[in-house]
């Protein structure tokens, strides 16, 4: 029992920076509509960054998150209006064009990250807490808890941006509906590359934080995007609720399979369900990408 | 897809964009038609012949005369072309892009070398029928409910079934762990690049005939350009798209088989590392997609600037980073690949008119036909 609460209370601590990874992944997805395979490798960067800075300035990285996102948010700024480019383009096969180009992305800060920092494993270091707290039995690592509430900060502010400004409302506006967004004067274009950046900053801010919590190396961006995957499929698109609850749930999984089964094997249950989530619910992923489309 | 089929479709402005996507039933093989159309008609013919021959040739005869550093390029082309080619049978003529290739690959491989381990102690030859059936046994498990996805889902997913491979084979035990599998040192390496040149030229030659030749490769294409109207053909898109799905997978699993014993040592690491994948998507991109001999060309040109790049730079890792640009520069700027280069004059123009027009294609509202390939 008590196996089982720690486990659950570990879940939903590293749950919540999925959904910080989430997040944005979902929007992009829904307003550019292209499933950007770069993402897990957003997250490796920005949990580089928060290295480097400890490494090169001393700042500690959890004062360095608004820059972070500001320099990713940058950066996406600049990609964004490529991957929109290539996503309208006149191609044969636009989507399996714009995938290939997120790939490229994705290969090309795997490669380059690979050969700046090597394969070594690198932690974010942090010098605001430190050690761990107990209650009632349940150990909670103090970095976990605070990198959580980082992430509630974040996302809150995210949803905050979504439904309670203009912008925002040309966003959700852009995502139900390219075309008739266009045609109430919403720059559809400008958008997708705001959009872009914000997601690109988030995700970077959400790597750090989870650079934190376990060690980083630049092999690992793979299973980020999986897990981002995961958890934009089990939530259906358009459903922000759906994408806390499958964070949580992605966090609850992976802890409950490290406790019971053996942390070997988290990464092969992931795939597995992940596999029959699809498999199970081709209806509601088929709806869901109606939903992009239209 | 093919650069004809871009072509048409940039010709069909207006209304009718959407359908143009939909409507080229036959375009993979019009490309190469068109590609080659300076030598088509009966002189054109003679001429291909003789190319052929000409490459047949010099193919067989090359340890004759060839040192062992360029048998070695040269098998490891004639790999590398194979694998390109399988990946464009299910990418280019099924159109469904499949992030799991090494998967079938790493099958192969740990097949042949399970199999020669001592204890069992196999002939090499008996290995690659059974690395077959499994291939071909986990690509209908896999492929049936996978191949329901569209796009990017069955991308992930194909993703996913390949790490869950690669997961599994560094845990358990029989397949070795981490630490790999030792194989039986093989013969000389005339004796792999003949039989990896037989491999991967049997290859072309079956899905030459299969996909350009025959009523399955009409089926095919027919699927992949309009899967609702295919069905009201009366096709049955599932069974094929297993059907494509289960060719592209036999392919590696054969040639991951012979590469296994080639180099005598395999591991995770090695054969089931996600940069061959990565290598695959960007030979048959430079290559052309859905064009025959698009990947075979993409292959070799990859496979040497790799290996000059390795020889000069003694890098891999910024390989992988030089292969990322590689794919965003094809993908921005050369969709239909190299080989669109010299095929018509006029298809190199309507690519740069493409980039000067790019700019301004969503006001033209051609984001009404953004959602096609899904």
Request: hydrophobic letters at 55%; proline letters at 4%.
């Amino acid at each position: 029992m008590e196996g089982l609460a720690q486990a659950l209370v570990t879940g939903i601590l590293i749950g919540g920076l999925y959904v910080a990874i989430s997040v944005g992944f979902s929007l992009a997805f829904g307003v550019l509509d292209v499933v950007d395979l770069a993402v897990g490798m957003w997250v490796v960067l920005g949990a580089y960054a928060g290295v480097k800075a400890h490494d090169w300035f001393g700042v500690d990285p959890f004062i360095f998150l608004p820059v972070t996102f500001v320099v990713f948010g940058l950066f996406g700024w600049l990609l964004g209006p490529l991957i929109y480019r290539v996503r309208t383009s006149r191609y044969a096969l636009p989507a399996l064009m714009g995938l290939a180009f997120t790939f490229g992305v994705a290969t090309l800060i795997r490669g380059g990250m690979l050969t700046v920092f090597g394969y070594t494993p690198r932690t974010v270091q942090t010098d605001i807490v430190s050690g761990s707290w107990s209650l009632f039995g349940i150990v909670m690592p103090a970095i976990r808890v605070v990198g959580f509430l980082f992430a509630v900060i974040a996302v809150a502010a995210f949803l905050f941006f979504l439904y309670f400004t203009r912008t925002g409302l040309a966003v959700r506006a852009v995502a139900q509906n390219k075309e008739s967004a266009g045609l109430m004067g919403v720059d559809v274009k400008r958008i997708s590359s705001l959009v872009y950046a914000i997601y690109t900053g988030l995700t970077a801010m959400a790597g750090m934080l989870m650079g934190a919590v376990y060690s980083m190396t630049p092999e690992l961006g793979l299973r980020y995007t999986l897990f981002a995957f995961f958890v934009v499929v089990l939530a259906g698109l358009g459903s922000v609720l759906g994408v806390l609850v499958a964070g949580l749930f992605l966090g609850i999984l992976q802890a409950l399979t490290t406790t019971y089964v053996g942390a070997d094997y988290t990464l092969m249950t992931v795939f597995v369900v992940l596999f029959v989530i699809l498999l199970v619910l081709p209806q509601g992923v088929s709806k869901f990408a109606k939903a992009v489309r239209t | 897809m093919s650069s004809d089929d871009s072509v048409r479709k940039r010709a069909k402005r207006g209304p009718e964009r959407r359908g143009a996507a939909t409507t080229s039933m036959s375009s993979a093989t019009t490309t190469t038609k068109t590609a080659e159309a300076p030598t088509t008609g009966p002189r054109g013919r003679t001429i291909r012949m003789a190319g052929l021959i000409a490459f047949a040739v010099i193919a067989l005869t090359l340890p004759l005369w060839s040192t062992p550093y360029w048998i070695r390029i040269a098998t490891g082309v004639a790999l590398w072309a194979g694998l390109a080619l399988s990946w464009n049978v299910i990418c280019g003529y099924a159109g469904y892009i499949s992030f799991g290739h090494v998967g079938f690959f790493g099958i192969g491989a740990y097949t042949t070398a399970i199999l020669m381990q001592p204890d069992h102690g196999w002939p090499f030859f008996a290995t690659l029928p059974v690395g077959i059936v499994i291939a071909a046994v986990f690509a209908v498990i896999t492929g049936w409910p996978a191949l329901r996805l569209k796009g990017a889902y069955f991308a992930i997913a194909t993703w996913a079934i390949a790490e869950a491979v690669r997961e599994f084979t560094t845990v358990a035990d029989w397949t070795g762990g981490a630490g790999g599998l030792t194989l039986p040192i093989g013969p000389g390496s005339n004796y792999f690049y003949y039989v990896m040149l037989i491999a991967a030229a049997i290859a072309y030659v079956l899905c030459y005939a299969l996909l350009e030749r025959s009523r399955f490769g009409y089926r095919v294409k027919a699927v992949r350009d309009n899967e609702p109207a295919a069905r009201a053909q009366g096709i049955d898109a599932t069974k094929v798209k297993i059907q494509a799905y289960v060719l592209s997978a036999v392919i590696p699993a054969v040639l991951g088989g012979i590469n296994a014993y080639w180099i005598t040592f395999i591991n995770p690491q090695s054969v089931l590392n996600t940069i061959i994948t990565d290598q695959l998507v960007v030979m048959v991109l430079v290559g052309g997609l859905g064009h025959a001999w698009g990947p075979a060309f993409g292959a070799a040109v990859l496979f040497l600037v790799n290996e000059q790049f390795l020889s000069s730079f003694g890098s891999s890792t910024s390989y992988i980073a030089m292969v990322g640009v590689i794919v965003m520069l094809v993908v921005l700027f050369l969709p239909d690949g190299v080989v669109s280069i010299w095929g018509r004059s006029r298809r190199t123009r309507l690519v740069r008119q493409l980039l000067g027009r790019a700019a301004d294609d969503f006001r033209s509202g051609n984001a009404a036909g953004s959602g096609g390939g899904r």
